[in-house]
């Protein structure tokens, strides 16, 4: 079954707009991270939330988990072109090695 | 600050050759992983290692593939037989012992098989 379902799977927006990243996913989970990747690049980690945490904040980021609703989300607030890319929740699930299962993610363009 | 890191950063090679791809994980880690991106997929997860041993393999990770960490520094994937459907973006990945800790991936080797 698919795990980790982000939606939308594009989004366009405006530099200076916030963007918002929805993730599903359907095991019980140990944590859920974000990660962002550039074109053709490496995973570069954002953020990451606890089972027990409901919000998180990192700078321009914010993390949300709903565990009843086995859903996440990422907003980046005040979007500048350089935070194009493609946007990734993984969770890590259970079992002792914490593996992480990706979404499909979202592809994210900030139009200056 | 510490990172992952992979060489080679692109691998090109014969169908049927094999392939060694190098990984140096964040020296205070303990995890290891390995994952794979196929061109416009999702990243998948292909094997977990600890204690010098794998931990967890996926349906993915069959006998043409191995995983060893031959000194205190260096993980490394080989795959014994390359195929077409081997070409993907290879991702090393590390962390700490404790669950909640992030897993922090190299930059990755795109493996191309002709």
């Known amino acids: 079954s698919q795990q980790g379902e982000e939606d939308p799977q594009a989004l366009s927006i405006q530099e200076g707009e916030n963007a918002t990243m929805n993730c599903s996913y359907k095991t019980s989970i140990n944590n859920l991270q974000w990660y962002r990747q550039n074109s053709g690049r490496g995973l570069v980690h954002l953020i990451l939330i606890r089972s027990n945490e409901r919000e998180k904040h990192s700078g321009r980021l914010r993390v949300t988990l709903d565990t009843s609703k086995k859903s996440s989300s990422l907003l980046i607030t005040a979007s500048r072109a350089a935070d194009t890319a493609s946007y990734f929740c993984?969770?890590?699930?259970?079992?002792?090695?914490?593996?992480?299962?990706f979404g499909k993610g979202t592809l994210l363009t900030v139009n200056p | 600050e510490p990172e992952v890191t992979q060489t080679p950063s692109h691998q090109v090679t014969q169908m049927g050759q094999e392939v060694i791809l190098r990984c140096v994980p964040i020296s205070n880690h303990l995890y290891f992983y390995w994952y794979r991106q196929i061109l416009g997929q999702k990243v998948e997860f292909l094997v977990s290692?600890?204690?010098?041993?794998?931990?967890?393999k996926s349906e993915i990770f069959d006998d043409q593939f191995s995983v060893e960490r031959p000194d205190g520094s260096n993980f490394t994937l080989k795959i014994r037989s390359t195929k077409l459907e081997d070409s993907a973006m290879y991702f090393c990945?590390?962390?700490?012992?404790?669950?909640?800790?992030?897993?922090?991936f190299g930059p990755g080797t795109r493996l191309t098989v002709l």
């Open positions: 993984a969770n890590s699930g259970g079992g002792s090695n914490y593996k992480l299962t």
């Open positions: 290692f600890y204690n010098n041993e794998i931990s967890e």
């Open positions: 990945a590390s962390r700490e012992t404790i669950s909640y800790n992030e897993q922090f």
